[in-house]
């Protein structure tokens, strides 16, 4: 039974993983750096320093914990972009050095990749299928037709939904990360019809044509909204602010997937059983999960989402879309690059 080793360090989560062909997670090890709380946001040189004190430490507790050592392995997969190009560095090096050590064959992975296809290490999920990528660098719509190959049906023309929690979560005073902040926030808004009204929020794109997002204007009233406001910011204003911006992402995330869901289902009617998958960090918010979900079902498609833990970066994915580029005969050679971009669409694959 073939087994993978998955490295990620594209941001600010150091990760290891192992993983089986048949689906099996032996180990899945992730530290998510606290460095980054007192800035509101990832430091670069940071990440990459942290990511370098404690990778090491991570593969030989990994190896300990599914009781393996390097030659039961089959392969070494790795992050190899896109992200940020220091914490990169760390990950592609040190892969490198293991494969070279002990004679393993080599697999960069694309991270978006790795999300895109972390479903199908949890589930049955056959191409091709509706790819709703969201993170707090990306947030993308495609047709995943397999591996190696996706179709893009639209993108942000600014700036990534993620980026905007994090944005709301600064002016509100919510702290890093943004998301889990603002969602936590949003709970405790105990009237929804007040928020709305009290602090009404753009939705831009909707109800145009294309599959295409923006976040930028959204970010540009919260801040409006928030330099209105005392200093000191009532909780309960802060709440309703935080239910309305979900309530506003909700709005677009579902417009831009309705348009990308009918061209899906036109240009794949052989199609039996089409899905929609939600995968990224953003994809963890169990309100957006709810509203996608309920949109999936308007449409009579599968609605799929990896489970919460798999949906922030983590290493369990970049082993398991190693595994199936391994299983292909897709393979590196050592002299391959560490990249801070690399659109998913650009990848070469077997579908």
């Not at 105990?190 to 997002?213: I, Q």
């Not at 995968?279 to 449409?299: D, W």
């Not at 050592?334 to 990249?339: E, G, H, L, N, R």
Request: proline share 6%; charged share 20%.
């Amino acid at each position: 039974m073939k087994k993978i080793m998955g490295i990620e360090t594209s941001c600010d989560e150091t990760a290891v993983a192992i993983v089986t062909e048949e689906k099996e997670l032996l180990v899945n090890l992730i530290l998510s750096q606290q460095e980054h709380i007192a800035f509101g946001g990832v430091v670069p040189e940071v990440a990459a320093r942290a990511h370098l004190n404690h990778i090491d430490v991570m593969i030989v507790e990994a190896l300990k914990k599914a009781r393996l050592i390097f030659s039961e392995l089959d392969a070494i997969a790795v992050t190899a972009g896109p992200g940020l190009i220091g914490g990169v560095l760390v990950g592609v090096m040190t892969a490198k050095a293991i494969a070279a050590v002990h004679d393993l064959p080599l697999i960069a992975v694309n991270h978006l990749e790795g999300h895109a296809l972390t479903v199908r290490l949890t589930e049955d999920v056959p191409f091709p299928y509706l790819l709703l990528l969201v993170s707090g660098g990306h947030c993308q719509l495609l047709i995943a037709e397999g591996v190696g190959k996706y179709k893009r049906l639209g993108t942000t023309l600014d700036d990534a939904v993620g980026e905007a929690f994090d944005k709301t979560a600064r002016l509100l005073g919510l702290g890093y990360p943004g998301g889990p902040a603002v969602e936590m926030m949003a709970k405790n808004c105990d009237d929804s019809d007040r928020a709305l009204k009290k602090f009404p929020l753009p939705s831009p794109m909707v109800g145009r044509e294309g599959c295409d997002f923006s976040f930028s204007g959204l970010k540009t009233s919260v801040k409006r909204i928030v330099d209105k406001l005392p200093e000191k910011i009532d909780p309960r204003d802060a709440a309703d602010i935080c239910y309305s911006f979900q309530n506003s992402v909700a709005k677009i995330l579902n417009d831009r997937t309705g348009n990308a869901i009918r061209q899906y289902l036109s240009l794949h009617p052989e199609q039996k059983s089409p899905s929609l998958v939600v995968a990224g960090g953003v994809a963890a918010n169990k309100m957006l999960r709810n509203s996608l979900e309920s949109l999936s079902a308007e449409y009579n498609i599968s609605f799929i989402a990896p489970p919460l833990s798999l949906c922030t970066d983590n290493a369990a994915m970049i082993a398991w879309a190693g595994m199936e580029r391994f299983l292909l005969g897709m393979t590196d050679p050592p002299s391959f690059p560490a990249t801070p971009r690399w659109p998913l669409e650009s990848l070469v694959g077997q579908g």
